[in-house]
């Protein structure tokens, strides 16, 4: 079943595959569009019962208690995002005083490198990737600058050799001896290629450079285990797998080893718990992820991940995986055999233990496929120049949506129905 030779074209093996499927009664706890198949859930994902309740609960709390929300709540707003790191922890192979939810994924990239990144003469670049999110680049640019470093020099850029992937060897290549932080994403967020995290960070430690990494477009989708594989830092997106809503509070690793390590953007509510209201003059944080938070937590952000959290950890990251790969892997069958004469290539990776929760489809009519797609209520996105990003998601999605989706692409090649579209892309694409 796993195998992708013993998959078949014909739409009852879809059926087959979905009445097979362990994890296809998570479909009912989530809002989806009947009349759409909804396979952008890498980019936003989709609001769940379970969300939508936790939510409704903060605010009936917020409703009735004001003030004493604080302690009074159910899951008292203090520890609130605590209470949820320690839900999430499982999702990233971490211990719960590892994580923190915080702030947005570039926020939380600046205070994490503005702490990690300490230029000295002999180390003082920053290692980063030709392919990372523009986010993440301008984030190193700017620390690189309020180090008082000169970016040209200092800001070191692994090339792709082929524009969509990265190659490992190269990456270690790069690990020279005046890099003081490399800092990679754990999944690229076009090609969906996965780095491989354990190797990356003992081949950085054996060099004596600090590694972190961005895992926006892994977490949820991929299991991690930043803990046993010793990684230094790590943040993440929780509006994309996580479905925490559009700005959920994003989250911080950080490796119990740094504990010690003073965050270097400091705030009120980074303080030790137990002595925060005292208001002492003296910054004294919390040694611990929690020590990283910087002002009062985004509560009605962080809300609907409680309920989302519930359904991760009750569904098992595991199972969560194995049917990931199933649905790319089946996506990627049906590409090579219903859409072979189309001209499209698949610029993922082939072998599932390098590819995370989604397939680039590339095409050079992409933009106009894509809106074509969107026309025929397929909701998938487009990254240019020729990308068409498809996230079949485990929790929501089903092989039957794969296989509709593909006989769609077909039937919007066969009759060349994507030329109606202009050749250009939307704002929010
Ligand atoms: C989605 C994403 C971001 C977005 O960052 P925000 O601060 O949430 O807007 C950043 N980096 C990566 C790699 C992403 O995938």
């Known amino acids: 079943m796993t195998m992708k030779t013993a998959f078949h074209t014909d739409h009852k093996f879809a059926y087959e595959l979905d009445a097979i499927d362990p994890l296809r009664t998570y479909r009912d706890h989530f809002y989806l569009d009947k009349s759409k198949i909804y396979l952008d859930g890498n980019s936003l994902g989709l609001l769940s019962k379970s969300s939508e309740k936790s939510l409704l609960r903060v605010i009936a709390e917020w409703k009735k208690h004001a003030i004493d929300g604080w302690t009074k709540a159910s899951k008292p707003w203090f520890s609130y995002a605590e209470e949820l790191a320690r839900q999430q922890a499982p999702l990233l192979g971490a211990k719960a005083d590892e994580i923190i939810l915080h702030a947005s994924t570039t926020i939380n990239i600046h205070l994490l490198l503005a702490a990690f990144y300490k230029p000295s003469e002999q180390r003082n670049k920053i290692l980063i990737d030709q392919l990372t999110f523009p986010s993440d680049r301008y984030a190193v640019e700017s620390q690189l600058e309020l180090k008082g470093q000169d970016v ?12 969509r992937y990265l190659n490992e060897e190269d990456i270690i290549a790069a690990m ?7 800092f990679l994403p754990s999944v690229l967020y ?7 995290m354990a190797l990356l960070t003992a081949e950085a430690h054996r060099r004596g450079i600090l590694i972190g990494f961005d895992c926006a477009h892994s977490v949820g989708a991929v299991p991690h285990l930043l803990s046993e594989w010793q990684v230094d830092f790590a943040c993440w997106c929780n509006y994309k797998h996580c479905n925490g809503g559009p700005g959920a509070a994003a989250g911080i690793y950080i490796n119990e080893k740094h504990f010690n390590k003073k965050p270097a953007l400091c705030g009120w509510f980074g303080f030790r718990k137990e002595r925060q209201f ?7 944080g919390e040694k611990n992820a929690g020590g990283w938070q910087i002002g009062t937590p985004h509560i009605l952000s962080l809300a609907p991940l409680e309920g989302s959290l519930k359904l991760f950890n009750k569904a098992g990251i595991e199972k969560i995986r194995k049917k990931s790969l199933l649905l790319t892997n089946y996506l990627i069958f049906l590409v090579d055999t219903v859409l072979s004469e189309y ?19 590339e095409h050079k009519k992409a933009v106009q496929i894509n809106a074509a797609l969107k026309d025929h209520r397929i909701i998938t996105d487009f990254r240019f120049p020729n990308i068409i990003r498809i996230a079949p998601l485990a929790l929501y999605n089903s ?12 039937k919007i090649m066969e009759a060349k129905k994507y030329k109606n579209y202009p050749d250009q892309r939307a704002t929010v694409a």
């Open 152 to 163: 040209k020099e200092a800001l070191k850029i692994i090339n792709s050799r082929d524009g």
């Open 399 to 410: 092989f039957n949506d794969v296989w509709r989706t593909v006989h769609e692409l077909k």
């Open 176 to 182: 020279t001896d005046d890099v003081a932080v490399i």
């Open 190 to 196: 076009r090609s969906a290629q996965l780095l491989d």
């Open 278 to 284: 005292d208001m002492l003059e003296e910054f004294e």
């Open 343 to 361: 001209g499209f290539f698949v610029g993922s990776p082939r072998n599932e233990t390098q590819r995370g929760g989604h397939v680039a489809l």
